[in-house]
């Protein structure tokens, strides 16, 4: 065999290498900004729910998060769902129907999240991130409802953050296996939290996973600057 | 080896095009890593060779290209493929003599 041959077909290789990197570099950089949004808003709102004493920081400031998610989409979708949201925001300060409210933030929510769904087909790197959202957020509707109705309210602080961890380690099965490990981590201390806690404490439960996704930001940002892929 | 495909930049293209099937220029960009005007030049490239086409238009006022690979395309680099996997076959196989 020709040593010439060899050699070109080791570059190529090279280059298959570098395609694939090149991807999974693009993939973390798009997850790491989801980690350090969501990360922040599990952690604000489980000390606001802990310090005023109200559960329902975890919904108050869930679409505030969401547009700050939205930086990364077109201007109009940006605009229109800030416009929308604060006006969801603002009735549901000053309104009683409390459930009617929630709905309402849920729907525009579900609605954001579907907007980038033009941006997701172009391109089969971002088409599953609006899915799963689409479908965490409508779980976690009905999880609210079933909470709400059974009087078992503590469970929230550790379904909730626990269901958005493990589904972005389901995720992470198919796309980047570290995500997976990020799952388990975040889910074991985030029962654990759990366990420990006293009755007062427990709202500062989904604070321990957003420690942990902010965490998996540091170890991603890391990685990528490193170029360990 | 397709002297069509194996150029480093034309290589990672078409990779990158068969995994997405089809990607705007920036996506492209990003993803092969080098200038504009260098990916530009080797797209025609393998666009008169058939593997690749090219569609411009209008989204509102923004010019806008998107570039998918051919079914000629995607034969030519499963060959490309082939042939690279037995020749670095036959390489392994000679150094563990």
């Not at chain 1, 998060?65 to 229109?80: G, I, N, R, S, Y």
């Not at chain 2, 797209?43 to 923004?62: H, M, N, P, R, T």
């Not at chain 2, 037995?86 to 196989?93: A, C, H, N, P, T």
């Amino acid at each position: 065999m020709k040593e010439k041959e060899i050699k070109e077909a080791l570059s190529a290789l090279e280059e298959i290498k570098a395609v694939l990197k090149k991807e999974t570099e693009l993939g973390l950089r798009s997850a790491k900004a989801e980690f350090l949004v969501w990360g922040l808003y599990q952690a604000s709102s489980s000390l606001l729910s802990y310090f005023t004493g109200d559960w329902r920081y975890i919904y108050f400031l869930l679409p505030f998060f969401f547009l700050l998610d939205a930086f990364k989409w077109t201007k109009w979708t940006a605009f229109v769902y800030w416009i929308s949201a604060f006006a969801v925001y603002l009735l549901l300060l000053s309104s009683k129907f409390t459930y009617l409210s929630f709905g309402l933030i849920w729907l525009i929510t579900i609605l954001g999240v579907f907007f980038n769904m033009r941006k997701a087909t172009k391109n089969t790197r971002f088409t599953f991130m609006p899915a799963l959202w689409g479908y965490i957020l409508l779980f976690n509707v009905l999880l609210t409802f079933a909470v709400v109705k059974s009087n078992s309210l503590v469970l929230l602080y550790l379904l909730w953050p626990g269901i958005i961890a493990f589904s972005l380690g389901l995720w992470g099965l198919f796309s980047e296996k570290s995500l997976s490990l990020f799952s388990l981590v975040s889910n074991i201390a985030g029962v654990i939290a759990f366990m420990l806690f006293n009755e007062r404490e427990i709202p500062l439960t989904p604070l321990v996973y957003g420690i942990c996704y902010v965490g998996f930001y540091i170890y991603l940002e890391l990685r990528i600057k490193n170029s360990r892929l | 080896m397709n002297p069509v495909i194996h150029e480093p930049v034309r290589l990672r293209a078409m990779l990158a095009l068969a995994k997405y099937k089809e990607l705007s220029f920036k996506e492209l960009l990003e993803l092969v890593s080098t200038t504009e005007g260098n990916l530009s030049r080797h797209l025609s490239k393998l666009e008169e060779a058939g593997y690749v086409e090219i569609k411009k238009f209008f989204e509102g006022k923004k010019p806008k290209t998107l570039i998918k690979i051919t079914e000629v395309g995607r034969r030519a680099l499963e060959e490309y493929i082939e042939e690279l996997e037995s020749i670095l076959k036959g390489y392994q196989e000679k150094s563990e003599e």
